[in-house]
């Protein structure tokens, strides 16, 4: 869910009037590259200990999710809301970590 909402705001940023895309662009980019380093680190993980995690539906306030590991299967159904908001906050961490360390200001 993250890769694909910063995509979609990289896009609105680079069509925006912005007078200094470059830093947000930057921002962004070093953002998806730790993102997608750590999604294919959960997903080795999650194949080597047979795992997976389907999306099976979205009704209006909820999004259900079905886990499934050695033959057992569990439904969880989250609220979209609570998603979002956990999806928000981790962008607030990613954004942290891709800040440079060299910078002083």
């Known amino acids: ?3 694909s909402i910063l995509e979609r705001d990289r896009e609105v940023i680079e069509i925006s009037s912005f007078k200094l895309k470059g830093p947000y662009i930057n921002i962004i980019e070093n ?10 680190e959960t997903n080795n993980y999650a194949r080597s200990k047979n795992m997976k995690l389907i999306k ?4 209006g306030s909820f999004t259900e999710y079905a886990f499934i590991h050695n033959g057992y299967e569990d ?3 989250y609220m979209n809301i609570r998603l979002r908001n956990r999806t928000e906050e981790l962008i607030n961490v ?3 970590k891709s800040e440079s360390p060299n910078l002083k200001g």
């Open 94 to 96: 990613y954004f942290a």
């Open 75 to 77: 439904k969880r159904r």
């Open 31 to 40: 953002t998806l590259k730790n993102v997608r380093a750590e999604l294919k």
């Open 56 to 59: 099976k539906g979205k009704d």
């Open 1 to 3: 869910m993250i890769i």
